[in-house]
């Protein structure tokens, strides 16, 4: 088992800067694939970073350039840096944490058995 805790959610205005941290805890060797989903209201869960064991990361193409994953082995914990945020960034934000090399996973929350609680993300113009 893997138990994920977010935080550094908050609210900005378009054009600012938060980071996002995930700590991770139990069975960590296990988790070769770490990610950030998000879910606006009344939209489907969607993928947006990820990073496996070997520090390689993805990203959904609208996060390309503004947002940056990175994850510290030695705490345990997961970033996601994200800067020149928009309104449609609203959401709330999800670590989770696969079994699978991203590769494999990919993009689908099926493939992600542990997940956090969430951080709300809200962006005004």
């Known amino acids: 088992q893997v138990q994920l805790v977010e935080s550094g959610g908050g609210s900005v205005q378009t054009g600012g800067s938060l980071r996002l941290s995930c700590a991770a805890s139990g069975y960590t060797s296990s988790a070769y694939c770490m990610g950030w989903f998000r879910q606006a209201p009344g939209k489907e869960r969607e993928g947006v970073a990820r990073?496996?064991?070997?520090?390689?990361?993805g990203y959904a193409d609208s996060m390309k350039g503004r947002f940056t994953i990175s994850r510290d082995k030695n705490k345990n914990t997961m970033y996601l840096q994200m800067n020149s945020l928009k309104p449609e960034d609203t959401a709330m934000y999800y670590c989770?944490?696969?079994?699978?090399?991203?590769?494999?996973?990919?993009?689908?929350?099926?493939?992600?058995?542990?997940w956090g609680q969430g951080t709300q993300v809200t962006v005004s113009s």
């Open positions: 989770a944490a696969s079994r699978y090399y991203c590769y494999s996973a990919s993009w689908l929350p099926s493939n992600f058995p542990y």
């Open positions: 990073i496996d064991i070997a520090g390689t990361t």
